[in-house]
């Protein structure tokens, strides 16, 4: 008889252990297949100096992971209330609390698309990029403005903005100023290919040089049918020994993109920007151009064009001429339009 109730003690402490265990499978499966609350992509970003709970912070923000419990159990578990690695990182719909735990924990963040267009001066373009960026601007332009660190990349700072090309590329939202510069120059290198570095080669000109012309070209038109036309006047007078007298210069020497009209008090700014009052190339690109307009002057057009000027329809192209005469005709049809306007 004690032996049938010891047989029968003993299988209930079975039964009891086996619900137990059943229990514990069973919440420790819920835990690790809990997925978070989002229903689409979330992208967050996680400061190099933040802390867990700044993490938790930012995923509470979101409501990313209503069950904080359960995500901080196995956040600890994994190590990662020790170890948060900063970076931008894409929360999807679906992903498991375990998943996410994981990519935190391994750093595991998504580039981010960051596009660089036609900035005019370097402190816009810093701005442009540190506004997508971790960095702040004053650090990107700092670096940027280092003799030293220009003169290793065959750049001043009046040139290094040339160091970009105008693209949209993926890079790490917490990269350093330097990395980030670096990677920049890299795609710049890849962007003077064999075939534009030849052409380059036949014009005698420095990369600078090139860039800095077809700055000019960027800023004297959008038309992509005139560029080649326009770059060709500016290598002519080059080659001839002229002034450029390029009107973007002017607007650049004094400071302000907005300007309509040129006038002779603009002229007279005395800058070394200013190609009215200097022989030769400005210090460097009034601007960052475009492909477009790089390949322009490296196309080399041939013609005998020296002068231009804007066509009085307003159209935003323009008459070209050979000869002093028939650009002062030009000119005089479109000023004629501009005071008709009243500008």
Known sequence: MAKKKSQSKTKLIIAFIGIVIVA?????????????????????FIPTDATYENLCDTLSKYDIVPQKATFRFMAKARGLDKHVKSGSYIVKPG??????????????????????????????????????????????????????????YNHTPQTVIGAFTQNTYEVYWNSSPKRFVERMMMETDAFWNDERNEKLKQLQLSRNEAVTIASIVEEETNKKAEKANIASVYLNRLR?????????????????????????????????????????????????????????????????????????????????????????????RYHKALNERKL
Do not use: W
């Not at 514990?24 to 967050?44: F, G, N, Q, Y």
């Not at 009215?276 to 601007?287: D, K």
């Open 24 to 44: 514990l499978v069973a919440l420790a499966v819920t835990k690790v297949t809990k997925r978070v609350s989002v229903s689409e992509d979330i992208r967050i």
């Open 95 to 152: 992903m498991s609390y375990l998943q996410l735990v994981q990519k935190l924990y391994t750093g595991n963040q998504n580039p981010i698309r960051i596009t660089i267009g036609k900035y005019r001066t370097l402190r816009q373009l810093c701005d442009g990029v540190a506004a997508k960026m971790e960095f702040t601007s004053d650090t990107l332009y700092k670096i940027l403005t280092d003799k030293e660190f220009c003169q290793v």
């Open 240 to 332: 001839k020994g002229m002034r450029l007298e390029a009107d973007p210069t002017v607007k650049y020497a004094v400071g302000d993109f907005t300007l309509r009209r040129i006038l002779e008090r603009h002229l007279k700014t005395v800058s070394p920007y200013n190609t009215y009052q200097n022989q030769g190339l400005p210090p460097g690109p009034i601007c960052l151009p475009s492909a477009e307009s790089i390949d322009a002057v490296l196309e080399n057009k041939k013609t005998d064009y020296i002068y231009f000027c804007a066509k009085e329809d307003f159209s935003g192209y323009h008459n070209f001429a050979a000869t002093y005469n028939q650009h002062l005709a030009n000119a005089a």
